[in-house]
């Protein structure tokens, strides 16, 4: 487990302050699965509502391009950006990392208040042909990784008397099958985050701590982009239940993400918030 701190300290004049309902100000946000892809987007959204960012990943070092984004970010604004290496399967990491942060946030007068659970695998493999190692790997990561990193955020916020925000990503795949996908493990994984935040949300509710899931339709990513490369009859099934004649990309989930980690979202706890382009709403 290692970090890498990037402090800025250069002022930039605001002529838009954002709405108290939808900022970030003198926060820190927690993200994992953030040294690239949508992780890394949310990060960026992070700074634009005002927000300091902690980038965690298993990486050894996040995207180059995109981190020089934050960094440009955060220098503009008077904000910090951080980045962790850490496996969030492993418990003492995930911890200590968190308090690491959280320790960093109390000292600049930004106590950690939020975390976005985005760290996940994908696998596309026939059930009958599933290997059992593989199942269980993609539970120890979208499941166990995900429970370890916002038991270890709460634990946090009720040590600090935080009302924080948790969000989990899940996906629309936790709550539909996808034609033309063979993605048992991965839907059964994303079905059991929403239930988890069900679960927790009912359990933490009691010390003013919110936990929400953003459920994502299909986005184009490098991983996608891959997918349907290699089967691209797999785009003509999605967009036909694309609803507003595009799939979706990172930075369509800024917004939303925001939203849940905000004020704006103070009476949202236990919910799922789905961004699908309309999918789940046609059959």
């Known amino acids: ?155 946090v916020f009720m040590k600090e008397g935080t009302k924080g925000s948790v969000v989990m990503i899940a996906s629309m795949s936790g709550q539909v099958a996808n034609r033309g996908l063979t993605c048992t493990a991965y839907n059964t994984s994303k079905a059991a985050v929403q239930q988890m935040c069900r679960s927790v949300a009912q359990e933490w509710g009691a010390h003013g701590i919110r936990v929400n899931t953003l459920s994502p339709g299909y986005i184009r990513t490098a991983m996608t982009d891959a997918l349907l490369l290699a089967e691209p009859e797999v785009e003509k099934t999605w967009m036909a239940g694309a609803l507003l004649g595009r799939l979706g990309v990172p930075e369509d989930f800024k917004a939303p993400a925001v939203f849940l980690l905000a004020d704006g979202s103070s009476w949202m706890t236990g919910a799922d918030l789905r961004v699908d382009g309309g999918h789940c709403a046609s059959a």
């Open 1 to 155: 487990m290692g970090s890498i701190a990037e402090p800025i300290a250069i002022a930039s004049h605001v002529p838009y302050p954002t709405n108290p309902l939808f900022s970030l100000a003198g926060r820190t946000i927690a993200i994992t699965g953030a040294g690239r892809g949508l992780g890394i987007t949310l990060a960026a959204a992070v700074l634009e509502a005002g927000g300091h960012v902690a980038c965690i990943d298993i990486l050894s070092a996040p995207s180059e391009l995109e981190w020089a984004s934050l960094q440009a970010i955060a220098k503009s604004s008077n904000l910090t950006v951080t980045y962790h290496r850490c496996d969030i399967i492993l418990e003492d990491e995930v911890a200590a990392t968190l308090d690491l942060i959280a320790d960093t946030g109390s000292k600049i007068g930004a106590p950690l208040m939020g975390t976005i659970a985005c760290a996940g695998i994908q696998q596309k493999i026939p059930a009958v042909e599933y290997p059992v190692d593989g199942f269980r790997r993609m539970m120890d990561v979208n499941v166990t990784g995900t429970f370890l990193t916002i038991k270890h955020s709460a634990k």
